[in-house]
Nanobody
Framework: QVQLVESGGGLVQAGGSLRLSCVASGSIFTINVMGWYRQAPGKQRELVATLTSGGSTSYTIPVRGRFTISRDNAKNTVYLQMDSLKPEDTAVYYC??????????????WGQGTQVTVSS
């Protein structure tokens, strides 16, 4: 059993910052990729940022230079530092982890989502 628990969402004014956290727990053997997605009302879920076990990062173009993804391997935690937030960043943010558990091969797991609202 693997669980992802997110925290850190909230309401912030444009130009402000938030940091999201996602902790993975359970029968984890190795974590391959950790990432963040978001889904705005009426839109499809989109990839925001990913971070591989080797340290490679990727970001969707609208957030480059403003968001930073990082991880603490000892805590099985991934972070998303969001700076210079814009109203168009408003969405539910989901943590996604691809990991190998002690019971199965690589699988994708999702967090429950955390709301980020940026006011203008």
């Amino acid at each position: 059993q693997v669980q992802l628990v997110e925290s850190g969402g909230g309401l912030v004014q444009a130009g402000g910052s938030l940091r999201l956290s996602c902790v993975a727990s359970g029968s984890i053997f190795t974590i391959n990729v950790m990432g963040w997605y978001r889904q705005a009302p009426g839109k499809q879920r989109e990839l925001v940022a990913t971070l591989t076990s080797g340290g490679s990062t990727s970001y969707t173009i609208p957030v480059r230079g403003r968001f930073t993804i990082s991880r603490d391997n000892a805590k099985n935690t991934v972070y998303l530092q969001m700076d210079s937030l814009k109203p168009e960043d408003t969405a539910v943010y989901y943590c996604n982890v691809i990991l190998t558990s002690k019971l199965s091969g690589p699988r994708s797991y999702w967090g429950q989502g955390t709301q980020v609202t940026v006011s203008s």
